[in-house]
């Protein structure tokens, strides 16, 4: 009977401490977009964060697995710093190659433009959903939104050479 408790009990706070390191996890994350895209907290609940950037109307990390950032503006043609704000988010999640990132997000917004429909595109680190156009979700009002997220399988960890 002992051991059976001990078992119950081990396994409550190995679940009590999942949230934690998650919410951890989460903060570093955040922290890390701060640092990287010059944005600052605006508000964290769960493992949500909503951050205020001069060049986004909209800018949110979703720390759930795989973890996301959605950048949107209200403008259906948003200045070049809306989509460099966007390359520095897929750094700042992916360690994705800022440039790179930046001219994706671009070409995406264009061919959305142009298709009148999201457009889905990659680097060797993040991939990317643009949209434009009229929208009937919580988004409704903006125009423009990129979502930023890990390429799966891609390893975080640097290799030498």
Known sequence: ???????????ALVLAA??????DACDALAAKVIRITGASLAGREGP??????QDAERMSLDCRAPARITIASR?????????????????ALTGADVPAAEVLALNLHQDSLL??????????RALMLCETGPRAD??????????????????RIRRAG
């Open 18 to 23: 999942m949230p934690a390191r998650a919410a």
């Open 1 to 11: 009977m002992r051991l059976s408790t001990l078992a119950v009990l081990t396994g």
């Open 75 to 91: 403008d259906r043609e948003p200045p070049r710093a809306y989509f460099a704000l966007v390359g520095l988010a897929a750094q």
């Open 48 to 53: 949500f964060a909503v951050f205020r950037a």
């Open 115 to 124: 298709a009148d429909a999201p457009q889905r595109g990659g680097t060797a």
């Open 138 to 155: 919580g988004l409704r009002d903006d125009l423009t939104v990129c979502r930023v997220a890990p390429r799966a399988g891609v390893s």
